[in-house]
Nanobody, 115 residues
Framework: QVQLVESGGGLVQAGGSLRLSCAAS????????MGWFRQAPGKERGFVAR???????VYADSVKGRFTISRDNAKNTVYLQMNSLKPEDTAVYYC?????????WGQGTQVTVSS
């Protein structure tokens, strides 16, 4: 079992930055690929970024060049650095583990980008 707790969300103006954190506990964190997803009001939850145990990364086209996913296995934490934020990035952001079924999810953290 893995428990995930996100933090770092908030209100930011367009063009600003935020860094989300996801603290993991339970099984060996370093063995898991980790991901970030987001869900905007009235929309389905969608993929944002993924980081594998090898530190290779994958990004959704909509965030490439603006968002960076990273992990610190010593701290059991994965991060999402979000730069050049746009109003369309407004959503609840979720951390997840264990693809492809993404068996474990955090409770989510709200990110609101004002224009």
């Amino acid at each position: 079992q893995v428990q995930l707790v996100e933090s770092g969300g908030g209100l930011v103006q367009a063009g600003g930055s935020l860094r989300l954190s996801c603290a993991a506990s339970g099984r060996t964190f370093s063995n898991y690929a980790m991901g970030w997803f987001r869900q905007a009001p009235g929309k389905e939850r969608g993929f944002v970024a993924r980081i594998n145990w090898s530190l290779s990364t994958v990004y959704a086209d909509s965030v490439k060049g603006r968002f960076t996913i990273s992990r610190d296995n010593a701290k059991n934490t994965v991060y999402l650095q979000m730069n050049s934020l746009k109003p369309e990035d407004t959503a609840v952001y979720y951390c997840a583990a264990h693809p492809p079924t993404w068996d474990y999810w955090g409770q989510g953290t709200q990110v609101t980008v004002s224009s």
